[in-house]
């Protein structure tokens, strides 16, 4: 696939847990592990505006495109 999330780099970079991100967007611990591993076909928007506001940053330090 060519998009690849790094949400594991900008949650290191925010020194925030899995746990506290998992309470602070509202989503459970084990959807927010797929989104951080990359083992989903899909975000929300909705998902995406409250990871990016919890953790203070934009989509796109979160998505990268990679051509295959």
Do not use: H
């Not at 998009?3 to 949650?11: G, N, P």
């Not at 084990?30 to 953790?55: E, Q, Y």
């Amino acid at each position: 696939m060519a998009i690849i999330l790094r949400l594991d780099r900008v949650m290191a970079d925010r020194k925030v847990s899995l746990n506290e991100l998992a309470e602070k967007v509202g989503v459970s611990n084990v959807n927010l592990s797929k989104i951080k591993t990359g083992k989903i076909s899909a975000v929300r928007f909705s998902t995406l505006d409250a990871i990016c506001k919890a953790l203070d940053c934009q989509p796109g330090d979160i998505l990268e495109y990679k051509p295959e």
